[in-house]
């Protein structure tokens, strides 16, 4: 369990059918870690200052990690997460555990009822959850994300140069 000096920090959260949105609200959080497992396990770390922060959380169900994505965004962390099942109904809680966690709150900005979701289809997330801005999970450090894209531009480059 959480020894006392951890803390858990602030999060909220909005669903549609297919993915949920995780803000976890810590302002200059440092060294980040957060793992996401199939199994809906989501762990999170930080420290902000001297004080530690942790997250262990069983997700309602399962998730797909190749499609789910996380960013580091001014004084929060967002976590774009893929449900594996896209077409049941909301899920009526975010853990699988059935406690009201003092800390979780719904994310009522992000919120659309389900049966207005059609309407809203791209609506309510914004550009801070575009994917296109997100980091992959299990990316290893949150700085060298592009390395690998860097050196396929690089060797495509030689490869260029011998035509």
């Given amino acids: 369990k959480m020894d ?4 858990f920090p602030d999060l909220k959260w909005a669903q549609r059918k297919d993915r949920l949105f995780i803000t976890i609200d810590l302002p200059d959080v440092q060294n980040p870690l957060i793992d996401l497992k199939p199994d809906g396990k989501l762990t999170f ?6 004080t530690k922060y942790e997250i262990r959380l069983d997700l309602f169900k399962e998730v797909v990690i190749e499609e789910s994505k996380w960013n580091l965004k001014g004084r929060n962390i967002l976590l774009n997460i893929s449900k594996k099942v896209k077409d049941e109904e909301y899920w009526p809680r975010l ?9 979780i709150q ?8 389900e049966e207005d979701e059609d309407s809203h289809a791209g609506a309510g997330f914004g550009d801070d959850f575009d ?11 949150y700085n060298d994300s592009d390395d690998e894209e860097e050196e396929v531009e690089e060797a495509k480059a030689d490869l260029g140069d011998m035509e």
């Fill in 4 to 7: 006392s000096s951890t803390k």
């Fill in 45 to 50: 770390d930080g420290s902000v200052k001297d």
């Fill in 95 to 103: 853990t699988r555990e059935k406690i009201k966690h003092p800390h």
């Fill in 106 to 113: 719904v994310d009522w900005s992000r919120w659309v009822e």
């Fill in 131 to 141: 994917p296109d801005n997100m980091q992959d999970f299990g990316a290893g450090d």
